[in-house]
């Protein structure tokens, strides 16, 4: 397992989809990710510090997995099966490792919001179209706020500044 950054969080100009590049911590190796507006809408918020007036849905699982008395310990990309990513939630709870299957897009937004790594099996490293490409330049706060303010306002909720 590798661990992974998220590098870059933008539209892909070429379909006008959400795109999240996870980047290798200690290399260079890149993994893009295709994800729906209300995900980078989440991800997005919270990689700016937004707070909801109400809680999302990915803050409604960190409250559900806290309130229960989990912890979420990683975040693995473990396969890719019919053009799709897979992904793992490890949640510990009592000495017991539950595994909670994913989408990626979720798994990152929950990741963000409860601290926790994100790691990428090495074999979809080695296979992703991107590997030794150039270094994606890293998110700042003016385009992610672009991006927010271009998303539908019913996919993020309200937020107070």
Do not use: Q
Not at 6 to 17: H, K, M, Q
Not at 90 to 108: C, K, M, N, T, W
Not at 132 to 154: C, H, I, M, S, V
């Amino acid at each position: 397992m590798v661990k992974m950054r998220i590098a870059t969080l933008g539209l892909d100009r070429s379909t006008n989809t959400p795109v999240v590049i996870l980047k290798e911590e200690d290399g260079d190796r890149t993994l893009p990710i295709w994800i729906g507006a209300s995900e980078a809408g989440a991800i997005a918020a919270e990689l700016e510090g937004l707070k909801p007036e109400r809680p999302l849905t990915h803050d409604l699982m960190k409250l559900l997995v806290a309130g229960l008395g989990g912890e979420l310990r990683r975040v693995v990309i473990s396969a890719l099966r019919d053009n799709t990513y897979i992904a793992e939630l490890l949640i510990y709870r009592g000495g017991e490792v539950f595994e909670v299957d994913a989408r990626p897009s979720d798994s990152i937004a929950l990741a963000l919001r409860m601290s926790a790594p994100i790691f990428c099996n090495e074999g979809l490293l080695d296979a992703s179209a991107r590997g030794a490409g150039e270094d994606p330049p890293p998110p700042d706060g003016d385009t992610l706020r672009r991006f927010l303010e271009k998303l539908d306002p019913e996919d993020l909720g309200r937020f107070k500044p």
